[in-house]
Structure formats: C-alpha cells, structure tokens
C-alpha cells in the first residue's frame, strides 16, 4: 500500500512538473521546431497557428559569444516594439524612425517586433544575457532555412500576430525534433495534466 502511494505521489508531481513546462493551460504555448524551421501557437492541446520561422546558422547552444540557438524551456521576459508601424528597425531594442520593406537589398536588422527570452534551464541559463529574441526579419525570401545569428526570425506580419497574442511569462520550447511528434507530445501531456486534475 505504501508503495502505491509513493508512486502515486510521484506521478502526481511529475505532472505538476509537466503542467510548469508549459504554463498555465489557459496561455498560448510556443513550439519551436529547428529541424522543421517552423513555429506552432498552442492553445491548450490544439495548434491554433503555425509560421516559417529561422533559427541560427551556427547551431544549437547557448555559450557565450556562440551565436548558436538554444534549446529547451524558456518564456518571454520582456515584449517590445507594441503598436510601431511593421519594418520598423531596432537598434539596441530601440526603435530608430527607419522602416524597411521585406526583403530590403543588403539589409539584416531586427525590425517590427520583439520577444525576448530568458532561460528556464541549466542549458539555456545564458539565452537572456545573449539577448535571444523572437524578432521581425526583413530577410524574409531567407525563412525556412537556419540563418539567423541565434535569434528565431519571423516574418513581420507573422511575429505581430504571435507579440499580440502572447504576454509575459508564456512558455517557449525550441526542439531539436520534428514539429509533428512535438506537437503530438505536448497534447498528450495536456490531455494526462488535465485528465489527473480533473
């Protein structure tokens, strides 16, 4: 007897534990596929949304100086650039007056919005010191292919949709697997968080 209540105890923390990597289950929940290059709104177990996206060209990681892509858990520390006109250029998360049109000749900067993140784990405790942002990119021709400089770049349109619909605090899961199965796993897990609620 006493050891089914152990793993009863045990189960019911692990869920505890599964229900904290994504938040309150009323909050949109981002997935970031980096094989896929893709991105999912999750409302709940059900994908609400989905947007091209592109990750580093240098990788996966989170050292210092790497320009690598982290991954794991992670959650919007700070939304910036609310209600500027689409192509707005950033310069040290300030806006500068210049707007760029997509695909702008010879122009890279982070422009229209800013979403950036801190790290909930050891993996990727360095991601809000390397200012690693969901942002705008006029590259837009260049989506579907990693070529960021760690940041996850979407296109302006796209990035204002997920910036108005998020808030501070929503989880981020960057996945170094296929969009499909992670989707598949995150509702399976709501299904089981809820279902033991209930």
């Not at 290059?37 to 177990?45: F, R, Y």
């Not at 695909?103 to 690693?132: K, Y």
């Amino acid at each position: 007897m006493k050891f089914h209540h152990l793993i009863s105890a045990a189960f019911s923390l692990l869920l505890l534990c599964s229900l904290n990597a994504f938040g309150n289950e009323d909050d949109p929940f981002i997935l970031v596929s980096v094989p896929d290059q893709k991105m999912a709104v999750m409302k709940g177990s059900e994908e609400v949304a989905r947007y091209a996206v592109s990750t580093s060209r240098f990788g996966l990681g989170d050292r210092l100086g790497s320009y690598a892509t982290p991954l794991g858990r992670l959650e919007i520390a700070k939304k910036i650039g609310d209600a500027v006109q689409q192509g707005t250029v950033f310069k040290t998360r300030q806006p500068t007056g210049e707007v760029l049109r997509p695909n702008a000749p010879g122009r890279d900067p982070i422009v229209t919005r800013i979403l950036w993140l801190r790290g909930l784990e050891d993996r990727n405790a360095n991601s809000f010191q390397r200012c690693i942002y969901i942002h705008g990119t006029p590259e837009e021709k260049a989506l579907g292919k990693p070529v960021s400089w760690g940041c996850i770049r979407m296109r302006s349109s796209d990035v204002v949709k997920v910036f108005d619909a998020v808030h501070v605090g929503v989880r981020v899961e960057i996945v170094d697997k296929p969009l499909r199965a992670s989707i598949r796993e995150h509702a399976l897990l709501v299904a089981s968080v809820v279902g033991k609620a209930n």
